[in-house]
């Protein structure tokens, strides 16, 4: 079956060259991020145990897990959590197989608590949050066959009518936001030890011709922080690093702004008790933040699936959202003359998912490029892609694709 594959030429204005770009990034301990993060870390453990017990992977989604707000007394020097955060694990998994129950709420209830404590430092595991776990009965029909054979030629079956959507390359605006949230918390917190700096971290930034405004929000951890001069003093150092950083990646004038709604002389300021703002009146669900890029670009087109959580064998929310984005990255990094270029897949339900029924690409060319050979070449990288869907498969399993 020849696969549907449309590439055209894009009469849109590349982002690099549009007037205004807006970005965002929330980082890792944002509570719609940790929504995200404990959902597919619940997914990948049970994928880990699906295939130690039965050798294949069987049906489950955790994409609807949710956050519910604490309440806390942040301080200088300390402060503490006066109302745990409560986690609740949704969604459905498979419980029993061929004769056998399968403990999946224990499975789950493991992987949200060793995610918290790697990801949210600070946390308490113990009495700053609860975690509940109500996840339903899954289907057992649905069974990754080719991990039993490697040469098996059969295929999952689409489970919806659903696409996902890819862009390549970053532009500098968003390597910038994408960059700064990751690197305060791998480089600042952790290498260098600055460990008030909290893991809710969200990071805005607008780009209006060739100037950036970088707006982040930062929230500091009290027990290391003593006082106001302290945290004045750790600010600034902060501070600095961004715009560092923004030196590094962008010759444009970057402005930026930090914990920009405090209020020094009245010591009003963004500080936590955990680093998390789910401490005190922030919720969070799983798909209302980052984009499966890592970004939210309303620049961009964009899916509004959740990807976190979903199933990696049929479910087209997660495999086409990234699979879409890693087609586009390996066409802009290997096809000379393209701007931008855009990836969207569509499925069919009950139709193999390596055969969309369309795949297309949007390329904005380069000034005075081949378009005919960009064309074609764009094409055959996107047959290979679909046509090698089950490594794909098998590295989503594996957990080596970031999701949020």
């Known amino acids: 079956m020849v696969r549907n594959i449309v590439v055209e030429r894009s009469n849109s204005v590349a982002m690099e060259k549009k007037q205004i770009e807006i970005v965002e990034r929330k980082g890792v301990g944002h509570p719609d991020s940790i929504a995200d993060g404990i959902a597919e870390s619940v997914s990948q453990a049970l994928c880990a145990e699906y295939i130690k017990r039965y050798d294949c992977v069987l049906h489950h989604n955790t994409d609807e897990t949710q956050i519910v707000a604490g309440r806390s007394n942040p301080a200088f020097g300390g402060g503490e959590v006066i109302k745990p955060i409560y986690i609740l694990l949704v969604g459905r998994a498979t419980k029993e197989f061929n004769g056998d129950e399968f403990p999946a709420d224990a499975v789950a209830l493991k992987a949200a608590r060793k995610y918290l404590k790697n990801t949210v430092e600070s946390l308490n595991i113990d009495s700053d949050v609860i975690i509940d776990c109500k996840l339903g009965q899954g289907s057992s029909d ?93 600010s600034e150092e902060v501070k600095d690093y961004i715009e560092g950083l923004a030196n590094d990646l962008t010759q444009r004038k970057t402005n930026v702004y930090l914990n920009a709604a405090d209020d020094i002389s009245a010591e009003s300021v963004f500080l936590t008790v955990t680093g998390t703002s789910a401490e005190m009146g922030d919720d969070g669900s799983v798909g209302r933040g980052n984009r499966s890029n890592g970004l939210i670009t309303p620049g961009r087109p964009m899916s509004m699936e959740a990807t976190s959580g979903k199933n990696p064998i049929n479910h087209i929310g997660k495999i086409y959202n990234l699979l879409s984005r890693e087609i586009a990255k390996r066409t802009a990094e290997e096809i000379d003359g393209i701007d931008d270029i855009y990836i969207n897949i569509l499925s069919q339900i009950g139709k193999p998912i390596d055969k969309p029924l369309v795949a297309s690409a949007q390329i904005i060319p380069e000034s005075g490029a081949n378009f005919n050979k960009i064309q074609k070449e764009a094409e055959s990288v996107i047959d290979e892609e679909l046509a090698d869907i089950g490594s794909f498969m098998k590295r989503l399993i594996n957990g080596e694709f970031k999701t949020f």
């Open 142 to 234: 649905l069974c990754n066959v080719f991990s039993r054979n490697e040469n098996a030629n059969i295929l999952p079956l689409a489970n919806d009518t659903s696409f996902g959507v890819g862009h390549a390359p970053f532009s500098e605006l968003e390597t910038l936001v994408y960059e700064t949230e990751r690197l305060l918390i791998d480089d600042l917190k952790n290498k260098k030890r600055i460990k008030a700096i909290g893991e809710d971290i969200k990071v805005m930034g607008v780009r209006n011709k060739d100037e950036i405004d970088l707006t982040v929000c930062s929230g500091f951890v009290g027990r290391y922080v003593d006082d106001i001069d302290s945290y004045v003093s750790i």
